[in-house]
């Protein structure tokens, strides 16, 4: 899902709920993107899911004991143990982001995955996006670096990202390129 907003700047990107968010921006960050997991399930969802599992469950094989059948608690144990470790994989993973900014000199890329952030930085003049067809990839590359951004969107999203940003990197170059032409003009004036 992705969203285009105007708005001023949020102070930190916890904040925001969106999958997606594009927003223009008046001040020095002229572009913003925050990208997240789907995340249908709150942690308080996942707990109540996983308390209930855990009671139907265990509720279970201890009929199953009481019969006689008592080799299904071991059994039982390991499912919940496994889904234990599935449900805390799932929370780990919930707070994780993409962010992208776009000010008047660089690009920068902040990822917060499984508890470590990660930070790239690019000069907004030399960045150029790359991307497949389909949209199944999509990167910034610079100066022999790349990095692939956008991994938890789809295609389509990908697609619109990438046409957003090089949008935005353009018009970085076209407006430099006038800048220059303007001082080169002075120049010779004088």
Known sequence: MIHSTRSTRMSAPEEMTAVTEFSDQSCAIEFRQVARRNNSLSSTGRLLVFAFLLVVSVGIAAAFAYFGAWLILPFAGLEMGVLYWAFRTI????????????????????????????????????????????????????????????????????????????????????????????????????
């Open 91 to 190: 929370e780990r993973r919930s707070r994780d982001y993409e962010l992208i900014e776009i000010d008047d000199n660089q690009v920068r890329v902040e990822r917060f995955e499984s508890g470590s952030t990660s930070r790239e930085a690019f000069s907004r003049y030399w960045a150029r996006v790359v991307v497949s067809r389909d949209g199944s990839r999509l990167a910034l590359r610079s100066h022999g670096r790349e990095l692939e951004i956008g991994r938890v969107l789809s295609d389509a999203q990908r697609l619109q990202l990438a046409t957003a940003l090089e949008r935005r990197l353009r018009g970085a170059g076209q407006a430099r390129r006038r800048d220059a032409t303007k001082k080169d003009s002075q120049v010779r004036q004088a």
